[in-house]
């Protein structure tokens, strides 16, 4: 059974970079089978798709966000990150890893659990 | 950018009636990049149905998605207890992918 984690600082200064990263365990990062994304909540909101990376190192990312955001793998580690910079208090949010499975035509098949960041000072 | 609108925003229903959710998006999107997910209080979404009408591993099969181009539908036959949750549809054609912005089905 696949599983995925969060990990990182549950609490970051404004103007700072959060770091976040997703460590899969159960199975392989490195698949043509699969590409891996960030996606993220705000307080009582619905959600927001952040990005998604290759096991290759592509990766595309939400307009939005993509002057501020940067998603890594290591494939040796099985993980991969997320590097969001200039933070405010409207990046406090719920941020969510999740695996896109070409068995459901790139669905998001299995999330992680989650990981609660707040933005303060 | 692609927005899907959900409605209705809440639907209360009891246990064994059948709800009907809707997703309309503001451009077409193909039917094999339209996703419904459900999420309870505290947790992660969770997969419901793919290509707006196969059902993930482990989705009962009072769960049915149908539609095309911009109406897309999930529907639950005999609401259960445990269905009584938050919906969300996604479209992962075009970037960025996007959510709606939630059916809340509670409990009547």
């Known amino acids: 059974q696949v599983l995925l984690k969060e990990s990182g600082p549950g609490l970051v200064k404004p103007s700072q970079t959060l770091s976040l990263t997703c460590t899969i365990s159960?199975?392989?990062?490195?698949?043509?089978?699969?590409?891996w994304n960030w996606i993220r909540q705000l307080p009582g909101k619905g959600l927001e798709w952040i990005g998604y990376i290759y096991f290759s190192g592509s990766t595309y990312y939400n307009p939005s966000l993509e002057s501020r955001i940067a998603i890594s793998v290591d494939t040796s580690k099985r993980q991969f990150s997320l590097r969001l910079t200039s933070l405010t208090a409207a990046d406090t949010a719920v941020y969510y890893c999740a695996r896109s499975a070409r068995d459901y035509y790139y669905a998001m098949d299995v999330w992680g659990q989650g990981t609660t960041v707040t933005v303060s000072s | 950018e692609i927005v899907l609108t959900q409605s209705p925003g809440t639907l209360s229903l009891s246990p064994g009636e059948r709800a009907t959710l809707s997703c309309r998006a503001s451009q077409s999107v193909p039917s094999s990049y339209l996703a419904w997910y459900q999420q309870k209080p505290g947790q992660a979404p969770r997969l419901v149905i793919y290509?707006?009408?196969n059902r993930a591993t482990g989705i009962p099969d009072r769960f049915s998605g149908s539609g095309s181009g911009t109406d897309f539908t999930l529907t639950i036959n005999g609401l259960e207890p445990e269905d009584f949750a938050v919906y969300y549809c996604q479209q992962y054609v075009r970037s960025p992918h996007t959510f709606g912005q939630g059916t809340k089905l509670e409990i009547k």
């Open positions: 290509t707006a009408s």
């Open positions: 159960g199975g392989s990062i490195s698949s043509d089978s699969y590409y």
